[in-house]
């Protein structure tokens, strides 16, 4: 319940809402880097599981000797899954001030377009998460392979490999195909509303800009994330 | 025209309410939609029962203090204030449901009437510029560029009516608060203040109970003065600009 | 007519005419002693202000926050005034009765700003801005308050745009000036079409910003319903919390009244619905004197009544007369047809035909009473309210084959949407309809110099004071007023009688202020307690019949004496048969209307009175005993050059109003010579 006084004192910028906005925007802009560039390793795919497999590795070897074996890897995941924290925080956060904000709801529900465009970002962001996990556990952690035609022996510790005896499975690719469509959806409004939220779109042609990012990085990221999948399923990679 | 009208009562801040249903029968199109709820008190005292307790003063659409939920939209289907909308928008046969606005930082009052005295405390906490009376340069002494004047007078034109907040699928005040920092951060005259204004209404905002924004749009849609959406990035920027300045 | 200034002594045209009966004129009212301004500092008139701030007595800032101020109303003038009182250190205390300071009727005010700074170097000057308000004004104000106006007018543009008001500017970053209301020099400010709402929006944010240093306490849905009056001196007001019904009482060393005009006595007019008279009428009951109640100013160009069910009406900017042309039908059975089925022989373009010269930029006054003229002749055109329909043509066809729609709408764009909106009507196809309206009054609480009232510490400033514009306002300048009174000239002036202060301590207990709270008590009690047949609203409707007829456009003894009995009447009724549900200690909508209404039914009566005592034609009113041969307005510096200044004849505290008195301020003109207007 809110309470009808004026604040005392000195403020910071720290602690407001916008501040949280501004963390989901800066770690949403990192989270859109990464997703480009792992939908751009997918497609190595295309080229056999060996290549697919080499680009893992020097992903692992990347600044070495600079730093150890796989220890740029490791740095960057620490910072994605701080960025994953923070970005689940705040929404979480916001979206449980968002219910206290309005305790009352009304009868009739709003006919605004907006009330669809943030239940799709917060439940779409929760179906995003359970995907994130799933798909570590089956790719990167446990690498879990459903596929009955091919034993642990003849799949190696070859990830490309795992990829295509994984999405021979029509289910499988069903749920990426699911997962995709609701990250492209995520990023449709996330992209724009990141801009919005940094403080990028203050003119006409710089909002017109930002619409048309949104709208190209999330066909972009479905488009080219599921290429693999499907190509997989139609037996056009082998 | 012949209206049924499922409209909120409740009697206090504290007692429960409900919908009531009322049919109003010869509803002319040239009535205004508060004329129309008018003409229903009048008949309702007639036959012994309270009015609709309803806000309205100036009822041309600049003083703010109307505002209802008309079947889910703010200030009703067109863009403009609920006084300002007139019954021919509506047909014969309608049944219309009327909502107070809703929110925790609005409490309730009675029947259609909420307290929307936190707008004022988000002023206090910064929404001004602080020039005592009499400490006044001569007018002319800073000229401002015309780009800047007519996007600090666009951002000026909000009457402060709440249907930003209202519309908002988070009740987030993000539209009004982000009109004043752009009306006075546009100009020269608010420069000095600038940072440390943001950062204080956004703190007095979240006080009081608003939700955050998630950049849906609705409150731009719902404004009957169509302050646009980019206020909110204005607001943003600025309140960026204040991280960076270590506030 | 008469150009010369009457001496003292000279028997007035006004006792000569009127008849003595039993000590009471025309039967209805006392002649009192004259009362004159004696706070203005002797000396030329352009060096009176800077004289009286000088010699205006001054408070150590460290006694400021020890002194406290109640303002009631938050428009431009209580609004600046809090907001500076506020920052000079002083306790204050401010009342309205919205939900917020920022939606004061001000606010509503579209046009702009007049001040004399002389951007265009097109001739203004102090000197012109106080001339034109004077002759505007029909020279029935007082010319040292008008001088003074017109003198602090360029400090409220310096204020405003240091506070971020976003008036127009040009491209080179300067701001823009128009002319407005037919001066020939271009003074008027404006911010578009909203100059009232920015105007006010930046003494809002001063306020506020006071509200959160602590020097101001904002009282929000607090409705003044008395004022505290001990020993003589105003002392405070006695409040209700408009949310839980709580009867308060506040103390202070001052009282401001800030609470606009009274033009809602009319049931219709372009003022908010909550407008009303009730702070300035309960201080007349006290003993306050009311200026000139029957000044109101009707402006020609409203959007006309619908239908029965019409809450208020909604003005339009009077620039469409350049381009419009104003028409009725020449014979009355053509008044059903669709005017553009009419053709141009049946067509009567009266303002055209009786004024050549001017046309149909006649000034507002003209332009009104003839709308009403024709009307009444059953030549009116849209649908019938009552018998008669009311309201005239205001046609753009000749302006749309001359200029192009697009021309047009750039011009007018926004006008003609609103127009659009309310009537639904496309102005761009058939032919606007419109038909006058009250929309402000001159009339308020006499003051002196100092703008305090005859009672010793009862301040009122702006629309709710009798004011600098005498008979007739010029367009632009009631926000210029406003601003003046509560940033520059209150603040000043108060200093003085708070340079006495601290007057002794009132305790809540104090048999005055036990009286004016029971008597508050009392009346809620009562209205709640009649349970009568008919509704507020059908009592102030039938109110505000009474006075559009009588003591509307024009006037007439018969008529002004009919109103006076159907008033009494009304008012007799009203306390007998209202009907006012719900409880007192909740929001009850009902209830703050019965008590604003029956306010009205009391000051109607008086505007009536001070229209019968007032036989002549000047300003925005006309008398229709006093025309010239043509039937112009006729106006008599020889009998009225003066202020009628009106006690309360009745008892305070309740009852009827009894015998008002007459107390006359005669008008003196020294920096000015008094002329006739004439518009042929």
């Known amino acids: 319940m809110a309470t009808p006084t004026l604040l005392q004192g000195e403020q910071t910028a720290r602690r407001t809402t916008v501040f949280m906005k501004i963390l989901m925007a800066s770690t949403g802009a990192l989270f859109v880097f990464y997703v480009l560039m792992h939908m751009y390793g997918n497609l190595k795919i295309f080229f056999g599981y060996q290549a697919f497999d080499e680009y893992a590795e020097h992903l692992r070897e990347m600044l070495t000797p600079i730093l150890p074996h796989t220890g740029f890897l490791w740095l960057f995941r620490v910072l994605l899954i701080l960025s994953l924290f923070v970005h689940a925080y705040a929404a979480f956060t916001l979206w449980s001030r968002a219910n206290g904000a309005r305790p009352q709801r009304y009868a009739v529900k709003s006919a605004a377009k907006g009330a669809a465009r943030s239940k799709m970002m917060r439940w779409g962001g929760v179906a995003l998460l359970a995907f994130l996990v799933f798909h570590l556990v089956q790719f990167t952690i446990a690498k879990v392979n459903f596929n009955g035609n091919f034993t642990a022996a003849q799949l190696g510790d070859s990830t490309g490999k795992l990829v295509i005896a994984s999405f021979q499975l029509w289910w499988v690719v069903l749920i990426y195909v699911v997962a995709m469509v609701a990250l492209g959806m995520h990023l449709f409004h996330g992209v724009w509303s990141g801009a919005q939220t940094l403080g990028l779109t203050d003119s006409a042609a710089s909002r017109r800009l930002a619409h048309a990012t949104a709208h190209v990085v999330a066909g972009v990221v479905v488009i080219g994330f599921l290429l693999p999948p499907l190509a997989i399923l139609f037996g056009l990679v082998k | 025209m012949n209206l049924t009208l499922n409209i909120w009562r409740q009697d206090g801040p504290e007692a429960p309410g409900r919908m009531v249903t009322y049919q109003l029968a010869d509803v002319s199109g040239d009535m205004s939609f508060l004329e129309m709820l008018d003409v229903l008190n009048e008949s309702l005292i007639t036959k012994g029962e309270e009015p609709i307790a309803f806000d309205s003063d100036c009822r041309e659409g600049i003083c703010g203090m109307c505002g209802l939920m008309i079947s889910g939209n703010a200030h009703g289907p067109v863009t403009t204030t609920t006084c300002q909308l007139h019954m021919r928008e509506f047909h014969d046969g309608d049944s219309i449901t009327i909502e107070p606005w809703r929110a925790d930082a609005f409490p309730m009052i009675k029947d259609l009437v909420v307290d929307r005295s936190s707008f004022d405390r988000i002023i206090q906490a910064g929404g001004f510029i602080s020039a005592n009376t009499g400490s006044a340069p001569e007018a002319h002494s800073v000229p401002v560029e015309k780009r800047k004047a007519d996007r600090a007078f666009e951002a000026a034109a909000c009457i402060g009516c709440g249907a930003c907040?209202?519309?908002c699928p988070n009740a987030?005040?993000?539209?009004?608060?982000?009109?004043?920092?752009?009306?006075?951060?546009?100009?020269?005259?608010?420069?000095?203040?600038?940072?440390?204004?943001?950062?204080?209404?956004v703190a007095q905002h979240d006080h009081e109970g608003f939700g955050g924004c998630t950049n849906t749009g609705a409150c731009a849609d719902a404004c009957p003065k169509e302050i646009p959406l980019d206020v909110i990035n204005t607001l943003n920027r600025d309140l960026r600009g204040a991280l960076g300045r270590g506030r | 007519m008469s150009e010369t200034i009457p001496t003292p002594g000279t028997p007035l045209a006004a006792d000569a005419a009127a008849s003595v009966d039993g000590g009471l004129v025309h039967g209805l009212y006392r002649d009192g002693d004259k009362i004159a301004d004696t706070a203005?500092?002797?000396g030329p008139i352009d060096k009176k202000w800077t004289t009286r701030k000088f010699e205006a007595h001054l408070v150590n800032p460290a006694n400021r926050r020890k002194l406290s101020v109640i303002i009631v109303g938050t428009g431009l003038a209580g609004g600046a005034a809090a907001a500076t009182l506020g920052e000079a250190g002083y306790h204050v205390k401010s009342f309205c009765y919205q939900d917020s300071p920022r939606r004061a009727h001000s606010i509503a005010a579209q046009g702009g700003i007049n001040a004399a700074k002389n951007y265009k170097e097109d001739g203004d000057s102090t000197h012109r801005l106080f001339y034109d308000t004077v002759k505007g004004g029909d020279y029935r104000s007082r010319e040292t308050n008008v001088y003074r106006l017109a003198e602090v007018s360029a400090n409220i543009i310096d204020q405003c745009v240091a506070q971020g008001v976003p008036f127009a500017r040009e491209y080179g970053g300067l701001l823009d000036n128009r002319s407005f209301g037919g001066v020939q020099v271009s003074r008027t400010f404006y911010a578009r079409g909203q100059t009232g709402q920015q105007l006010l929006i930046g003494a809002y944010q001063a306020l506020e910003r006071q509200v959160a240093a602590g020097t101001v306490t904002s009282y929000t849905r607090h409705e003044m319903l008395e004022l505290v009056v001990v020993d003589g001196r105003a002392r405070g007001i006695i409040a209700r919390d408009m949310v839980t019904g709580e009867i308060q009482t506040h103390l202070a060393d001052v009282v401001v009244l800030a609470t606009g005009g009274y033009g809602n006595v009319f049931f219709l007019s372009t003022n908010a619905m909550g407008s009303n008279v009730t702070a300035g009428w309960r201080a007349h009951r006290k003993g306050a004197y009311f200026g000139n109640p029957c000044y109101t100013q009707i402006h020609p160009t409203c959007i006309p009544v619908s239908g029965d069910h019409q809450s208020k009406l909604t003005l339009m900017s009077e620039s469409l007369?350049?381009?419009?042309r104003i028409w009725v039908p020449k014979r009355r059975e053509d008044c059903e047809k669709?005017?553009?089925?009419?053709?141009e022989e049946d067509r009567d373009y009266y303002l055209e035909r009786i004024y050549p010269s001017f046309g149909n930029l006649v000034p507002r006054d003209i332009a009104s009473r003839q709308a009403k003229n024709v009307c009444d002749e059953g030549r009116g055109v849209g649908p019938k309210v009552g018998d008669f329909r009311r309201g005239v043509y205001l046609d753009f066809t000749d302006a749309l084959k001359r200029m192009s729609a697009e021309a047009v709408g750039e011009k007018y764009g926004n006008l003609l949407d609103m127009y659009h909106r309310i009537t639904g009507d496309n102005p761009y196809e058939v032919p606007m309809r419109i038909y006058p309206a009250v929309h402000y009054t001159m009339g308020g609480l006499w003051v002196d110099y100092d703008l305090q009232s005859n009672v010793p510490g009862l301040f009122v400033t702006g629309e709710a004071n009798f004011s600098d514009h005498g008979a007739n306002r010029l367009g632009a300048s009631a926000l210029m007023q406003g601003l003046a009174d509560g940033y520059f000239v209150l603040p000043n002036t108060i200093r003085d009688y708070l340079s006495h202060a601290p007057y002794p301590a009132v305790s809540e207990d104090h048999p005055a202020v036990v009286e004016a709270r029971d008597a508050v008590q009392r009346r809620v009690d009562?209205?709640?307690?009649?349970?009568?047949?008919?509704?507020?609203?059908?009592?102030?409707?039938e109110l505000g019949h009474i006075m559009w007829e009588y003591c509307g456009m024009e006037r007439s003894e018969e008529g002004l004496r009919k109103g006076i009995d159907l008033i009494r009447s009304l008012r007799a009724e009203f306390w007998r048969n209202v009907r006012v549900l719900g409880a007192a200690d909740t929001l009850n909508q009902s209830l703050e209307k019965a008590g604003r209404v029956a306010d009205f039914l009391e000051l109607g009566e008086l505007m009536c009175i001070d229209a019968l005592h007032r036989r002549e034609s000047c300003g925005g009113h006309f008398r229709a005993e006093s025309q010239t041969e043509d039937g112009e307005a006729l106006r008599h510096d020889d009998g009225y050059l003066y202020v009628a200044a009106w006690e309360f004849g009745g008892s305070p505290d309740g009852g009827d109003t009894g015998i008002p008195i007459l107390h006359k301020e005669d008008l003196v003109y020294q920096a000015i010579e008094l002329k006739q207007r004439s518009y042929k």
């Open chain 3, 526 to 541: 009562t209205l709640l307690s009649i349970n009568g047949e008919r509704t507020v609203d059908s009592f102030h409707k």
């Open chain 3, 338 to 343: 669709d005017p553009r089925d009419i053709p």
């Open chain 3, 40 to 42: 203005a500092p002797a």
């Open chain 2, 165 to 167: 907040v209202a519309a």
């Open chain 2, 172 to 201: 987030s005040a993000m539209l009004f608060m982000g009109a004043k920092v752009t009306h006075l951060g546009e100009l020269p005259q608010g420069q000095p203040e600038r940072y440390a204004r943001v950062v204080k209404m």
């Open chain 3, 321 to 324: 007369r350049n381009d419009g």
